[in-house]
């Protein structure tokens, strides 16, 4: 079953602006994770954010996390073409052993 | 270094038919996965071994899917008979120990099989 939620399921932005996806998830959580996937590829692995944390950077990347809410952003500034993916969070439950991914947020940069 | 390596990258083949993945993960990588990614959706777990054992297989369709990983390092997916609804990208994925806790996934390229 899918634990996380991003919303939207599809952003379509102009090339210099910010994105921000959304996800949400349902159960208690040891740390959320953030993945690209480029049409055709594999996925890669982003940030990592635990769940004592709320707020974590990485280069134009920056993600939040509002455990009381259950949810997180993934915002990235100054979009570039090369950006354009699919974006999805990864959840890793409180005695699980395995991530759980959501159903993904396919982002379209426009030159 | 090296990432992980998969092949074939696309496969098409017949209903009822057999086929099989082969992944090799990042060199000294305990963990693999096995993950079946569907058109628009997420990643779903397969199977992930830790070495040369089972973790959790409790979304593998074992009465047509199987895995193995013999000497804890390469790993094959298989599928006997083959269904319509088996066309999917099947991904690998493998984490180190030091990542185990976090579960951090390094992931392949994949394999885009079609099933007609």
């Known amino acids: 079953s899918q634990q996380g939620e991003e919303d939207p399921q599809a952003l379509s932005i102009q090339e210099g602006e910010n994105a921000t996806m959304n996800c949400s998830y349902k159960?208690?959580?040891?740390?959320l994770q953030w993945y690209r996937q480029n049409s055709g590829r594999g996925l890669v692995h982003l940030i990592l954010?635990?769940?004592?944390?709320r707020e974590k950077h990485s280069g134009r990347l920056r993600v939040t996390l509002d455990t009381s809410k259950k949810s997180s952003s993934l915002l990235i500034t100054a979009s570039r073409a090369a950006d354009t993916a699919s974006y999805f969070c990864a959840t890793l439950r409180v005695g699980a052993q395995k991530l759980v991914f959501g159903q993904g947020t396919r982002l379209t940069i426009n030159p | 270094e090296a990432g992980v390596a998969q092949s074939p990258r696309y496969k098409i083949i017949e209903k009822r038919q057999s086929v099989a993945f082969w992944c090799n993960p990042i060199?000294?990588?305990?963990?693999l996965y096995w993950y079946q990614q569907i058109l628009g959706q997420g990643p779903k777990l397969l199977i992930q071994f830790q070495n040369n054992g089972v973790v959790d297989d409790s979304q593998l369709p074992k009465d047509r899917f199987s895995a193995e990983r013999l000497k804890g390092v390469d790993s094959t997916l298989k599928i006997q008979p083959a269904k319509l609804e088996d066309s999917a990208v099947y991904l690998c994925?493998?984490?180190?120990?030091?990542?185990?806790?976090?579960?951090?996934?390094?992931f392949g390229p994949g394999t885009r099989l079609t099933v007609t």
């Open positions: 060199s000294g990588h305990a963990t």
């Open positions: 159960t208690s959580i040891n740390n």
């Open positions: 994925a493998s984490s180190s120990l030091r990542g185990y806790s976090s579960y951090e996934q390094y």
């Open positions: 954010i635990r769940s004592n944390e």
